[in-house]
């Protein structure tokens, strides 16, 4: 294969005090020195791509001092470039009282805002204010879901559509994604579908959601024979990060969001994950400086991605690492279950396993990923009941499958590289089948 080209992409943030950058400094938060990317290729059902030795672009930060009065910080700006839709990410504690932030995203009159009954007695009063304050022409409507992954169906993304409608929402509307990264797929599709499209805003108030579902376009609704099988690709006009929102986040779900940022270090940012194996027990603690940090470099991983391929036709697959064996789990053991980073770790260990397996990644890799997964109190081995048939019918209708065949997101060579690829032993799967679930 011949090798993939590389270009670099900036990305610029801010950080909005001396007091953040010297809390940086002191617990080696600083971002490691700016390196470039590989290119995305597309591929056919049997084309390997590689990804080498990538790691995020994060120079240090330009430091912006900010009124000694101030009460609120300057946003990071992590820029998700797709040309004509290209959209900012804003990250930073307290966001959702800076109001101007989302009222220059909102075009029309009408907005309605879409969250669930954990989130609304927390944040939608907040949102609501910040929508309305100084702008009276304004009018949002609101609709509260039931909350939880079992919910993600087509009945209850219709009670959006209801008040959608009720509401007499026109094209010019903007819907409002406020909660997590259910709230964000069916808002997302909702407002996809709706009129045949409509503006709308990612306010994400999980881990999970904030460092990976709320950016990058990914809408959808689950089937009962598969997750997030149907949906659509479509970008938010912005990503609004309030870090606050974690505050209240159980910690359950704290950890279950820490897969997704331990994705990032082991398929293309190497640095990223060494920085984690670091700070696990901080960013589990709530650190602020450790999560902000750790926000904003997934960000800019998760950015960098979409803005090379935005619907996945190669590239962007590789954020997928664990997710084929992870989606697996929550089909067959019952969406809510486990939740969907839970599954996600679970099944990256079983990638790592498979990689290991075809002589792909040393000992070294394998002891480490288990090590971290288990620091962020996830699980590192899937239900007892799942079974090696689930496992394969399930699979056998995943996204990735092109022309009858199973492409995987497998670890390949030292730390931070993978690869996407049809183009492995079949052996090697049954194997790690048969070592993670009953046959």
């Known amino acids: ?33 700016t390196i470039s990317f590989p290119k995305s290729l597309s591929l056919s059902s049997t084309t390997t791509i590689s990804i080498s030795k990538s790691r995020v672009r994060a120079g240090p930060s330009q430091l912006i001092n900010e009124p000694a009065n101030s009460m609120t910080s300057i946003p990071t700006i992590v820029e998700v470039d797709l040309g004509n839709r290209s959209y900012p ?29 954990r989130v609304a007695p927390l944040y939608l009063d907040k949102t609501i204010h910040a929508l309305t304050v100084g702008n009276p022409n304004v009018t949002v409507e609101s609709v509260i879901l039931p909350d939880g992954e079992k919910y993600k169906d087509m009945d209850t993304l219709m009670k959006v559509f209801d008040k959608a409608i009720e509401s007499r929402l026109d094209r010019r509307s903007t819907f409002v994604a406020l909660g997590g990264g259910v709230i964000g797929d069916m808002c997302g599709y909702a407002a996809a579908s709706y009129l045949r499209g409509v503006n709308f805003i990612q306010i994400p108030t999980t881990v999970m959601a904030q460092v990976d579902s ?75 400086a450790a999560l902000a940090y750790a926000i904003k470099r997934s960000c800019e991983n998760k950015a960098d991605v979409v803005s090379q391929d935005e619907k996945e036709s190669g590239l962007r697959a590789t954020l997928n ?18 939740l969907h980073g839970e599954a996600v770790a679970a099944g990256t260990v079983m990638a790592v396993d498979m990689s290991h397996r075809l002589g792909w990644i040393d ?33 056998a209708v995943d996204k990735k499958v ?37 046959s």
Request: hydrophobic share 40%; proline share 4%.
């Open 1 to 33: 294969m011949a090798a993939n080209t590389i270009s670099s992409l900036s990305i610029s943030s801010t950080v909005a005090s001396t007091k953040t950058l010297h809390s940086l400094q002191t617990r080696s938060l600083i971002p490691p020195p």
């Open 89 to 117: 990410i804003y990250i930073g504690a307290g966001l959702l009282d800076q109001s101007h932030l989302l009222q220059r995203h909102v075009h029309g009159k009408k907005v309605l805002v879409v969250t669930n009954e």
């Open 214 to 288: 709320s950016v990058g376009g990914k809408t959808g609704i689950n089937h009962r024979l598969g997750k997030n099988l149907i949906g659509a690709f479509y970008q938010p006009q912005c990503v609004l990060v309030d870090t606050d929102t974690l505050n209240t986040l159980p910690d359950r779900e704290m950890a279950s969001g820490l897969a997704e940022v331990i994705k990032y270090g082991l398929i293309r940012d190497a640095d990223f994950f060494e920085w984690q194996e670091k700070n696990v027990e901080s960013l589990l603690a709530r650190d602020p």
């Open 402 to 438: 092109a022309d009858g065949l199973l492409r995987l997101i497998l670890l390949k060579g030292p730390l931070g590289n993978c690869v996407f690829t049809g183009d492995y032993d079949r052996e090697a799967l049954d194997a790690t089948l048969r070592a993670f679930s009953k």
């Open 363 to 395: 000992d070294s890799i394998v002891e480490r990923v288990n090590n971290i997964l288990k620091r962020a109190k996830l699980p590192t081995t899937p239900p007892e009941s799942m079974t090696v048939s689930m496992f394969k019918s399930i699979m």
């Open 321 to 338: 690492l664990g997710h084929t064996f992870g989606h697996a789990i929550e089909t067959g053991f019952g969406y809510g279950e486990w």
